[in-house]
């Protein structure tokens, strides 16, 4: 079992949580992720690796309530215990060779791009970083991208912070004035990510994506996190687990995805509400 040291609230639907597990946070890269079970009976949730302290041997871990799993996992408190953390999983993100990058975030899945810039940062390279929300209310992260980044676009769909509109905005300026990257690295909404691939196609650049589909048991066997590639005019099936969760970004069959992510959104947002239900009750 693994003790939480730390929890914080980030916004009304993102919780933050250091965890306990020197043997993940030894090995753990930018771009890996772990497996948990928040208690016996309780299903394996992928999340990926929002940061990591190896000499306390620590975790961080940032997520989101969307289901039954997360909701359960938001009553832990500090001092609290998760059943099981599994990791680090994945291949890491390639980060070598780069001297000037552009880093897109979405939502949650800045807490996933945020140790890639952090890293990228340290090793002197030059980093733009666009980040988006829906609302000024669900903004994480701010000042740690400004620390890891040398430039540093904030968006909010709605205009109620930053500036107005998608994350796409900046990026299209940027590309239109002429500047160029060695990459562009996008997290996020799977929406997201497929306009950010389309902005960047007409450059050339290379666009790297980062996919986390459903996974089962994160080792390549149960097939679950399944991706269609479209390589040189053929369909190839690779897995999100251990082939990734980084791809390249021109190749992935986004449509797809987006479809079998779909698949268990009313069993999910029936979970959740059992949770609540059942913490309600425990409550009164």
Not at 11 to 27: D, G
Not at 146 to 165: E, I, N, P, Q, W
Not at 203 to 222: A, R
Request: proline content about 5%.
């Amino acid at each position: 079992m693994n003790k939480i040291v730390t929890r914080k609230s980030l916004n009304p639907t993102v919780t933050l949580l250091e965890i306990e597990a020197p043997f993940v946070a030894a090995k753990a890269q930018p771009g890996q992720f772990i497996i948990l079970r928040v208690d016996e009976t309780g299903e394996r949730i992928p999340l990926t690796i929002a940061g990591y302290d190896r000499e306390k041997g620590t975790v961080t871990i940032i997520f989101q309530i969307v289901g039954g799993t997360t909701e359960k996992l938001n009553h832990k408190m500090e001092g609290d215990y998760i059943q099981d953390f599994v990791g680090p999983l994945g291949k890491p993100t390639e980060l070598e060779g780069l001297k000037k990058v552009c880093i897109v975030g979405g939502g949650v899945g800045c807490a996933i791009a945020l140790p890639i810039a952090q890293a990228l940062h340290e090793k002197g390279v030059e980093v733009t970083s666009v980040i988006g929300f829906r609302n000024k209310d669900l903004l994480i992260l701010e000042d740690e991208f400004k620390a890891a980044s040398d430039r540093l676009f904030v968006m909010t769909d709605d205009g109620s912070y930053g500036r107005h509109g998608n994350v796409c905005v900046p990026l299209n300026e940027m590309f239109e004035a002429g500047e160029t990257f060695d990459e562009v690295i996008t997290i996020g909404p799977l929406i997201m990510m497929k306009f950010v691939v389309a902005a960047t196609k007409p450059t050339g650049i290379p666009c790297t994506v980062s996919m986390n589909p459903i996974m089962i048991d994160g080792t390549g066997m149960c097939g679950g996190c399944r991706l269609t590639l479209n390589q040189d005019g053929k369909k190839v099936t690779k897995f999100a687990c251990v082939d990734g969760p980084d791809f390249n970004g021109y190749e992935v069959d986004f449509d797809e995805a987006m479809s079998r992510g779909m698949m268990y959104h009313a069993f999910e947002r029936h979970a959740h509400e059992e949770a609540c239900n059942l913490f309600k009750k425990e409550v009164n």
